[in-house]
C-alpha cells in the first residue's frame, strides 16, 4: 500500500511539475513578470500567438477584467526562450490551441504578424515609442519551431508566402521549404529563405536573398537543385537568372555553387 501511495504522489508531481506548450492569446501580447504578482517586475513581454512551454502553474490565482469581461486563472511560470526570459504570466491569456496562424502547407505553416503591430506602429512612432520587430514562426503541424523570421518595416510589410519543393533529387532530404516575405513601396521587394529539411528532420539553412521587381522582366536570383532545369546531381546552385525576351532567349549565371553530402551544405 505504501509503494502505492508513493506511485501516486510521484505522478501528482510529474503533473504539476511538467511540461506543456500553450500559445498567448492576448492581442496587445502578455507581460512576463519576475514573481507572480501584479506588482513585481516586468521582465519581458510575449507577443500574440507565441509558443510557450510551461514549467508550472503557481497555486496563486489571478482575476482581471478584460473588455468588461472578467477572467479568471493562476500565475504561470515558463521557460526562457531566445526572445523572453524566465518568468510569470498570467495563464488567463494562454491558449492550448495554436493562433494567429498564416500561411498554410501540407505539413507547414507559417504565423502572422499580430495585428496589432501594425495598427499600433505609426502611434507609437508618433509617439516616440520603440517599436520591437515581429517574430513569425515556421512550425510543423505538430506546432513544433522550426525556424523564424524577423519582420520591423511595418510601413511596407505586405504579406508572407511558403511553399514546400519536396526533395528536388537531393540525398537525405524529406522537403525544402521556401518562405517569401514581401515587401511593397516604389518597387516590390521579396526577401527568401530555402530551408532543407532532412530525413531525421534536421533543418539546414541556405544563405538568404532578396529580389527587387519594379517594371518589366528583370534579372532574378535563385536556387537550383538537381532535379532542376540545369542542376546537377548533389549540388545546390546560387544563380542569376535573365529571363527570356521575344529576341533573346534565357540566360542563367551560376554565381555560387553548394555541395551538399546528405548531411550539411559546403560552398566550393
Same mark, same amino acid.
Given at each position: 500500500m505504501k509503494k502505492l501511495a508513493l506511485v501516486f504522489i510521484l505522478v501528482s508531481i510529474v503533473s504539476t511539475y511538467g511540461q506543456n506548450i500553450q500559445f498567448v492569446n492576448a492581442p496587445n501580447g502578455l507581460i512576463i513578470r519576475k514573481e507572480p504578482n501584479k506588482t513585481s517586475e516586468r521582465i519581458g513581454k510575449l507577443q500574440y500567438g507565441e509558443r510557450v512551454e510551461i514549467i508550472k502553474q503557481t497555486e496563486f490565482p489571478l482575476s482581471i477584467i478584460d473588455e468588461g469581461a472578467e477572467i479568471n486563472g493562476f500565475w504561470t511560470e515558463i521557460k526562457e526562450t531566445n526572445y523572453s526570459p524566465k518568468g510569470f504570466v498570467f495563464n488567463g491569456f494562454l491558449s492550448a490551441k495554436a493562433i494567429n496562424k498564416g500561411n498554410e502547407t501540407e505539413n507547414f505553416y507559417l504565423t502572422k504578424v499580430p495585428p496589432l503591430m501594425i495598427k499600433n506602429y505609426w502611434n507609437y512612432i508618433m509617439n516616440s515609442i520603440e517599436v520591437k520587430p515581429a517574430i513569425l514562426y515556421l512550425r510543423?503541424?505538430? &506546432?513544433?519551431?522550426?525556424?523564424?523570421?524577423? *519582420?520591423?518595416?511595418?510601413? +511596407? #510589410?505586405?504579406?508572407? =508566402?511558403?511553399? !514546400?519543393?519536396?526533395?528536388?533529387?537531393?540525398?537525405?532530404?524529406?522537403?525544402?521549404?521556401?518562405?517569401?516575405?514581401?515587401?511593397?513601396?516604389?518597387?516590390?521587394?521579396?526577401?527568401?529563405?530555402?530551408?532543407?529539411?532532412?530525413?531525421?528532420?534536421?533543418?539546414?539553412?541556405?544563405?538568404?536573398?532578396?529580389?527587387?521587381?519594379?517594371?518589366?522582366?528583370?534579372?532574378?536570383?535563385?536556387?537550383?537543385?538537381?532535379?532542376?532545369?540545369?542542376?546537377?546531381?548533389?549540388?545546390?546552385?546560387?544563380?542569376?537568372?535573365?529571363?527570356?525576351? &521575344?529576341?533573346?532567349?534565357?540566360?542563367?549565371? *551560376?554565381?555560387?555553387?553548394? +555541395? #551538399?553530402?546528405?548531411? =550539411?551544405?559546403? !560552398?566550393?
Open positions: 510543423n503541424k505538430q &506546432d513544433e519551431n522550426l525556424s523564424e523570421f524577423s *519582420v520591423s518595416e511595418f510601413e +511596407s #510589410f505586405d504579406n508572407t =508566402s511558403l511553399y !514546400e519543393l519536396g526533395n528536388k533529387g537531393l540525398q537525405n532530404v524529406k522537403n525544402i521549404i521556401v518562405v517569401k516575405i514581401n515587401y511593397s513601396s516604389c518597387c516590390s521587394n521579396h526577401y527568401y529563405t530555402h530551408l532543407i529539411q532532412t530525413n531525421d528532420d534536421k533543418i539546414l539553412e541556405l544563405p538568404d536573398f532578396d529580389y527587387m521587381h519594379c517594371d518589366g522582366p528583370e534579372p532574378y536570383k535563385n536556387y537550383l537543385f538537381p532535379n532542376d532545369t540545369y542542376g546537377i546531381k548533389d549540388k545546390i546552385l546560387f544563380v542569376n537568372v535573365q529571363p527570356a525576351t &521575344d529576341s533573346i532567349p534565357e540566360n542563367i549565371e *551560376v554565381l555560387k555553387t553548394f +555541395s #551538399f553530402n546528405g548531411k =550539411s551544405i559546403t !560552398e566550393e
